[in-house]
């Protein structure tokens, strides 16, 4: 019996596009029950089941049509579709490419697919392959927006970044209302937090349902939170060390310069902090209160050092007024730790729970790699070095509190390395994977070394009061 093809695969679409998946299958099954052995309608079930996520249903509809088919570029299309989402990745690059050969290179959705088999496997090569394809396919359609987007993030996994910019900016010059790529723009980490924060603000007036830009969007205000407590726990670290060396006097009002300068931190985050919904920052407050009241501390515990000291300023009670201001500085910095570590927790959860590995998860693995980078260097170059002079110098006991507030502020990457970012799921790409291992071990291994160290210090010495110029002898 004659069925219109062309109507049933129209009426399947709207239908899939309204989300009734089930009425776009009972069509598809409708027209089958008439003409069992069109491939096309066999297609077409397979691809509204896809839409269903039902692989298994569509995998096996997608092989009927290519028994029926054999030599049909569209029936492999459907395979490659259904094996990609079944995760035959291996079986859909060669199905993907079945349907390069078989429509001669020159078919635009023949190459995409290809290159996003090879995108989904990763490697370099396959990676340089799916980029010389999608430039392929942006040739055949300059005007797909969709092609240019995919281009982009190919740009960005081969570290071409300049490149994934140009992209975005054409495919936005195409389609403004692109959301996957206003998504792009919005993670493109050489443009300033008000700007990021400003494309997410319209893309989710767009479209408010969009998983990514609410994980994106929650992750440029940990950024903005986590830019101002390193630097409060920077302080503390600064402090630590003038507890060192400098008397109570003069420690009172350097601390006290230091301190009055990181108030102007709200306002160099101004723009950014502007540029987020009306209300954002209180309902994420509310919503992680354990992340927002350990930040409190940290920050509290930051300000009363030099209150502290004036407060027990004097003779009897210089000594006493170390002992506190060591104390509240390692309070301050394992408040910070524990920050970092529940903003970490908080994204993390936040992104499974939208049942995605989006963006939001890789971003704050990004900044763990790159900040245990630049904590290995400050412990290996500066931290030891430092404690070193402090333990033979008029401040023995504070050598040890340095090296606990140092490193106290650094253990959250440890954590997060080893339970939210498994160090196993770091070693896939066999290139950095010995180095990666290695810097993560020397790091782990340095923090305790400093943390033990930090502590016999303090244990091994009494504290003492430095006292102004020549009265060394004080000691």
């Known amino acids: 019996m004659n069925v219109d093809v062309s109507w049933v695969i129209e009426r399947s ?74 995760k035959d990745l291996p079986g859909a690059e060669s199905a993907a490419r079945k349907v390069v050969d078989l429509s001669s290179g020159e078919w635009a959705e023949g190459l995409q697919l290809l290159a996003a088999s090879l995108v989904d496997q990763g490697g370099e090569e396959r990676l340089l392959e799916a980029e010389r394809l999608i430039l392929k396919t942006m040739e055949l359609s300059p005007q797909d927006a969709d092609y240019l987007c995919m281009a982009s993030g190919i740009a960005r996994a081969l570290g071409k970044h300049d490149d994934a910019g140009i992209y975005i900016r054409a495919g936005l010059a195409i389609d403004p209302l692109h959301t996957d790529l206003l998504l792009m723009h919005a993670q493109s980490t050489v443009r300033p937090f008000a700007g990021r924060i400003r494309t997410l603000v319209e893309l989710l007036h767009l479209d408010p349902h969009k998983s990514e830009a609410h994980e994106n969007l929650a992750a440029e205000y940990w950024r903005i939170r986590e830019r101002v407590q390193r630097s409060w726990w920077i302080l503390c670290v600064f402090d630590s060390f003038l507890l060192m060396w400098v008397p109570q006097a003069a420690y009172v009002v350097i601390v006290t310069i230091a301190w009055l300068a990181l108030i102007l931190l709200p306002w160099i985050n101004r723009d950014a902090r502007r540029a987020l919904p009306q209300g954002y920052a209180r309902r994420m407050k509310r919503r992680y209160p354990a992340a927002a009241w350990t930040g409190r501390i940290a920050i509290g515990a930051s300000v009363s050092t030099p209150f502290l000291l004036f407060a027990l300023y004097g003779d009897h009670g210089q000594i006493l007024g170390n002992v506190l201001v060591s104390a509240v500085l390692v309070l301050a910095a394992v408040a910070y730790g524990a920050f970092r570590w529940l903003g970490i927790e908080a994204r993390r959860n936040s992104s499974e729970g939208s049942g995605l590995r989006p963006q939001g998860l890789e971003v704050p693995l990004g900044d763990a790699a790159q900040e245990m980078t630049a904590t290995t260097i400050f412990v290996l170059a500066f931290g030891g070095l430092l404690g070193c002079l402090g333990l033979g110098g008029p401040q023995p006991a504070a050598a040890g509190i340095f090296l606990l507030t140092a490193s106290a502020g650094c253990v959250w990457w440890w954590i997060a390395m080893h339970f939210a970012f498994p160090v196993r799921k770091l070693l896939e790409p066999p290139s950095v994977q010995w180095g990666l291992f290695a810097l993560i071990g020397i790091s782990s291994a340095l923090l305790l070394a400093f943390i033990v160290a930090g502590i016999s210090f303090v244990v091994g010495h009494d504290f003492a009061l430095i006292p102004l110029s020549a009265r060394r002898d004080a000691r």
Do not use: C, F, K
């Not at 679409?13 to 776009?24: K, M, P, S």
């Not at 077409?44 to 088919?69: F, K, N, T």
């Open 13 to 86: 679409e709207a239908l899939i596009a309204t989300g009734r998946h089930e009425h776009a299958t009972a069509v598809v099954m409708e027209a089958l029950a008439r003409d069992p052995e069109s491939a096309l309608l066999h297609g077409q079930h397979s691809r509204v089941l896809s839409a269903a996520g039902l692989w298994p249903e569509a995998l096996d509809a997608s092989r009927r049509s290519v028994e029926l088919a054999p030599h049909e570029p569209l029936s492999w299309y459907w395979l490659a579709a259904s094996l990609a989402g079944s």
